[in-house]
């Protein structure tokens, strides 16, 4: 593939919030996680796993756990100027329920001898200091990121539509319960997947010039 199909590829995909009811294929999800496991990884240790889950109930469930957390910070509003946009919110946050497929993926435990080193000694005012900056900047979470990334675009390419959602993570503890997730892993991102039904409108880009700063 050269740079113009990538880059084509890139600017095709889209974030799909509605889906037709169609079951998708386990083969067809599974060549899909296959590709995104190439995707660059912290220490070769894939630190990521993939529940796929159809089960109707447990999705109805993961939706409820999530708007029930919705719902209570959307009790929380106090200034009359958010109110329209937290009733939005309130309303849309478990559209991906209606999605056939939720793949909720996981970060695994993980420390780099970094790691390792700064937890050992985080009564160092300095190893706390830069430890602020190691969370920011977490390896395991970079990791899961470039994978759904790559994950995003190979449903796409394989003529499925998904969205990248991290607002679930609000019910993380639930969530986590609802699937079976062991202790020694973190509920991080849910991506509904299933064949669109709907074609949103080519998004707005910033000009490259203003996402670059040359350091020369």
Same mark, same amino acid.
């Given at each position: 593939?050269?740079?113009?199909?990538?880059?084509?590829?890139?600017?095709?995909?889209?974030?799909?919030?509605?889906?037709?009811?169609?079951?998708?294929?386990? @083969?067809?999800?599974?060549?899909?996680?296959?590709?995104?496991?190439? $995707?660059?990884?912290?220490?070769?240790?894939?630190? +990521?796993?993939? +529940?796929?889950?159809? !089960?109707?109930?447990?999705?109805?469930?993961?939706?409820?756990? =999530?708007?029930?957390?919705?719902?209570?910070?959307?009790?929380?509003?106090?200034?009359?100027?958010?109110?329209?946009? =937290?009733?939005?919110?309130?309303? !849309?946050?478990?559209?991906?329920?209606?999605?056939?497929?939720?793949?909720?993926? $996981?970060?695994?435990? +993980?420390?780099?001898?970094?790691?390792?080193?700064?937890?050992? !000694?985080?009564?160092?005012?300095?190893?706390?200091?830069? !430890?602020?900056?190691?969370?920011?900047? $977490?390896?395991?979470?970079?990791?899961?990121?470039?994978?759904?990334?790559?994950?995003?675009?190979?449903?796409?390419?394989?003529?499925?539509?998904?969205?990248?959602?991290?607002?679930?993570?609000?019910?993380? @503890?639930?969530?986590?319960?609802?699937?079976?997730?062991?202790?020694?892993?973190?509920?991080?991102?849910? =991506?509904?997947?299933? +064949?669109?039904?709907?074609?949103?409108?080519?998004?707005?880009?910033?000009? =490259?010039? @203003?996402?670059?700063?040359?350091?020369?």
């Amino acid at each position: 593939m050269d740079v113009s199909s990538l880059g084509d590829l890139f600017r095709a995909r889209r974030s799909i919030r509605k889906w037709k009811s169609d079951p998708i294929p386990e @083969e067809v999800l599974i060549r899909a996680v296959e590709a995104a496991t190439w $995707s660059p990884n912290s220490g070769g240790r894939q630190p +990521y796993h993939c +529940y796929i889950i159809t !089960n109707t109930d447990k999705i109805r469930a993961i939706g409820q756990a =999530v708007q029930e957390v919705t719902d209570y910070l959307a009790s929380l509003c106090k200034d009359e100027s958010d109110r329209q946009a =937290v009733e939005r919110w309130q309303k !849309n946050s478990c559209f991906f329920t209606s999605a056939p497929v939720l793949i909720a993926v $996981s970060a695994t435990i +993980y420390q780099s001898i970094a790691d390792k080193l700064q937890a050992s !000694n985080m009564d160092q005012p300095r190893v706390a200091e830069i !430890n602020k900056g190691r969370q920011i900047a $977490s390896s395991r979470i970079q990791t899961v990121g470039a994978f759904v990334d790559h994950l995003l675009l190979t449903i796409h390419a394989l003529g499925l539509g998904a969205v990248w959602m991290a607002g679930p993570a609000q019910a993380k @503890e639930a969530i986590e319960k609802i699937i079976g997730m062991g202790e020694q892993e973190d509920f991080v991102a849910l =991506v509904p997947v299933g +064949y669109p039904d709907e074609k949103p409108p080519v998004p707005k880009r910033k000009p =490259v010039t @203003e996402v670059i700063t040359f350091i020369r």
